[in-house]
């Protein structure tokens, strides 16, 4: 079970901004509030998905430097079979 999110003790200067935000969107704290959590974490998920996409690029990237320096560069159409 998720414990409960208790963010009271923000601050003047943070609730502030957050009041100003949303009378500048028109729409509530809550709202700017659950759309700048939901941007944080889809950013946070897609770093995550980045670094590990780079990560699993690596084999066949070291795979590919290798091959260029000992053949140097080539295409395919020009490749003797």
């Keep these: ?5 208790n963010i009271r003790d923000i601050g003047r200067d943070r609730k502030a901004a957050l009041e100003d ?4 969107a028109g729409t509530s704290i809550a709202e700017i ?3 700048w959590i939901d ?6 998920r897609a770093e995550r998905e ?20 000992l ?5 395919a159409r020009y490749r003797q079979l």
């Design 21 to 24: 935000e949303a009378r500048a």
């Design 1 to 5: 079970m998720p414990s409960p999110l």
């Design 50 to 69: 980045r670094a590990a996409w780079i990560a699993a690029a690596q084999k066949g990237l070291a795979d590919e430097a290798r091959q260029l320096e």
């Design 71 to 75: 053949n140097g560069p080539s295409l």
């Design 33 to 35: 509030v659950r759309e």
């Design 39 to 44: 941007a944080g974490i889809a950013q946070s």
